[in-house]
């Protein structure tokens, strides 16, 4: 298969996690999302990605007091030291999770009659828009649960329960031993307002704007020629990628970017510009558009190996985005060989230091 077949592919498989991936409205439908079927694999857009990671974040973890991550705890006996030693901390180490550590989660409660109540990641469910009566039960595969041990079921934030399984939302702090979490504190998510009116701040271009200033209107991109071009310099380049440095408002000018991690930048530019005439900033990256393929489909092998991963594609330009329950030694042994500089994560279980 060469690259194209594999990006395709890997992105044609992405569409049902991407809109699995869509973050609850502000008192969750908790039993619609977490069906306990498996995620299929695939890349996530990198623009939908940010998306999903920015909203979700806001969605599943707003804190008491704003919306911002209280500052962090001290570290309990028998926990991780305070900082790791000066040179020696590998790319995430600052998410990483040993048992003994103090820990805290947000989102999802799940808690089966006879049963200890469970956290679980936001993970996808594609039977979205039950009728009332036909709702699912709640559940988590186990390679996601988190046992809550201590957890107080009266203090459940958005509290229903389906066929006796009660489910809501908490914000859990404890200490974290083998995916279990002895509690200490938990709270309820705050509800985020629905009428606030989303601000989307203009791009950052990673060129300079021409003397003249970009070109206002649409680009025309879609034209074979750059197609061919772009398709024959896979393992040079990435993908084109749309930025509106003038916010996105009608008429702004679109900047495409592209991102060279081989070769001469100056001579790529020149070459491109005699089938794309638009607004174009070519800047360097590390990672081409196979290079990235290759690393994901890496990451892709690790999907049923019980480490607690749950989505991954592309993040920003030249980076793989892992969304995973928790960072422990297990996930980055297995993330070691793919590159950790390489990889950007998305964790529910972070560590408080």
């Given at each position: ?31 619609q ?28 973890t ?6 911002k ?103 859990v ?8 979490i ?72 679109e ?29 360097q ?69």
């Amino acid at each position: 298969m060469n690259p194209t077949d594999e990006v395709d592919d890997l992105l044609t498989r992405a569409g049902a996690r991407w809109r699995a991936d869509q973050p609850s409205a502000p008192e969750p439908d908790l039993e619609q999302m977490l069906g306990g079927r498996r995620r299929p694999r695939g890349w996530v857009p990198a623009l939908a990605a940010a998306s999903v990671a920015a909203i979700a974040a806001a969605a599943l973890t707003v804190l008491p007091g704003g919306d911002k991550e209280p500052a962090a705890g001290p570290s309990t006996t028998g926990g991780t030291p305070q900082s790791f030693a000066q040179g020696n901390q590998a790319p995430n180490d600052d998410l990483l999770v040993r048992d003994g550590d103090r820990v805290e989660v947000g989102g999802h409660v799940i808690a089966a009659p006879g049963k200890e109540p469970v956290f679980c990641p936001p993970l996808p469910q594609p039977a979205i828009g039950r009728p009332k009566g036909a709702e699912l039960v709640p559940s988590c595969p186990a390679e996601y649960a988190v046992t809550l041990k201590g957890f107080d079921l009266n203090k459940l934030g958005y509290a229903k329960t389906i066929q006796g399984v009660r489910t809501g939302s908490a914000i859990v702090t404890g200490i974290w031993s083998g995916r279990t979490i002895e509690v200490q504190e938990q709270t309820v998510p705050k509800t985020l307002s629905t009428t606030a009116e989303l601000h989307i701040p203009p791009d950052q271009v990673p060129c300079p704007e021409p003397a003249g200033g970009w070109k206002a209107g649409p680009n025309d991109i879609n034209k074979p020629g750059v197609a061919a071009f772009l398709d024959a310099r896979q393992a040079q380049a990435t993908d084109p990628r749309l930025l509106y440095p003038k916010g996105r408002v009608p008429g702004a000018p679109e900047v495409y970017t592209i991102g060279v991690a081989h070769g001469d930048l100056a001579a790529f530019r020149t070459a491109f510009e005699k089938v794309y005439d638009g607004n174009l900033c070519v800047h360097q990256v590390k990672l081409s558009k196979a290079d990235l393929a290759k690393i994901g489909t890496a990451a892709d092998a690790l999907m049923d190996k019980d480490l607690g991963m749950y989505g991954f594609g592309p993040d920003g330009v030249d980076k793989l985005g892992i969304s995973a329950l928790v960072y422990d030694e297990a996930l980055k042994t297995a993330l070691t060989p793919i590159g950790l500089e390489n990889i950007k994560l998305d964790v529910v279980v972070k560590p408080l230091r």
